[in-house]
C-alpha cells in the first residue's frame, strides 16, 4: 500500500520540477530581452516600412493622396489612409543609401519613397497590396515592397504596378490564395469599398 503513494508522489514532484524548469526557461527569455515571436503576442504594433518606387516616365509623378492596403492570408489588414504624410526618405534606385534626411514631396518621377508606419502585426507574410490615388493627377509606381522591421521574414516580395493607376479605386495583387489551373496561375482579387 506504502509503494502506490510513494509512485504518485514521485510523479507529482516530477511534473512540479518539468513545470518549473519550462516556467524558468520563458522566464529567463523574457528578462534577457530576446524577441518573442510574433504569433505569440498577437497585441503588439510593428513599424511597416513602405518602399514604392515612381516610374521614370513623362508625367508619372503625382501630387495626389495615395492610400495604401496590405495584409496577410490570416485578413489581418493594414490600411493607411494618407501614405504621403508618411514620407521618411528617398532613397537612391542604385544603392539602397538614403539621398537626403530632409522630407520631400514624395512620388517624383523616377524616385523611391520610403514610408513608415505602425500598425497592429500579421501573422504571415504580406501577400497582398492595393494602392488607391485620389484626384486629378495620373501615377505610374514601378514597384511597392513592405518590409515588416520586427519580423523580416514576414515581409512581402515586390509588386509591380508599372501602369497608370486608376483614380478613386483599389489597384493591386493578391497572392495569398492562389489556384493551379491548366490555363496557368488563378489569383483571387480582394474587392474593397
Not at 505569440?40 to 501630387?63: E, F, Q, S
Not at 492610400?67 to 489581418?76: C, E, K, L, P
Not at 504621403?84 to 530632409?102: A, T
Request: hydrophobic share 35%; glycine share 4%.
Amino acid at each position: 500500500m506504502i509503494m502506490p503513494d510513494f509512485g504518485r508522489v514521485i510523479f507529482m514532484l516530477s511534473v512540479v520540477v518539468v513545470v518549473h524548469v519550462m516556467f524558468s526557461k520563458k522566464m529567463a527569455l523574457a528578462s534577457s530581452g530576446a524577441t518573442i515571436p510574433l504569433h505569440l503576442n498577437a497585441k503588439r504594433n510593428c513599424t511597416y516600412a513602405i518602399t514604392v518606387k515612381t516610374t521614370c516616365i513623362k508625367g508619372a509623378d503625382t501630387t495626389n493622396h495615395v492610400s495604401i492596403r496590405f495584409g496577410d492570408s490570416n485578413s489581418n489588414d493594414i490600411f493607411v489612409h494618407r501614405l504621403n504624410s508618411k514620407h521618411v526618405k528617398r532613397l537612391d534606385p542604385l544603392e539602397p543609401q538614403v539621398l537626403d534626411d530632409v522630407p520631400t514631396k514624395p512620388f517624383q518621377a523616377c524616385t523611391i519613397d520610403q514610408f513608415e508606419h505602425k500598425s497592429h502585426c500579421v501573422d504571415s507574410p504580406v501577400c497582398y497590396l492595393y494602392l488607391k490615388l485620389t484626384g486629378q493627377d495620373d501615377w505610374r509606381p514601378g514597384f511597392a515592397q513592405v518590409r515588416v522591421l520586427e519580423g523580416p521574414h514576414l515581409s512581402s516580395d515586390y509588386f509591380y504596378f508599372r501602369r497608370y493607376l486608376p483614380r478613386n479605386v483599389w489597384h493591386g495583387m493578391d497572392v495569398c490564395d492562389t489556384d493551379v489551373t491548366p490555363f496557368g496561375l488563378k489569383y483571387k482579387k480582394k474587392l474593397f469599398s
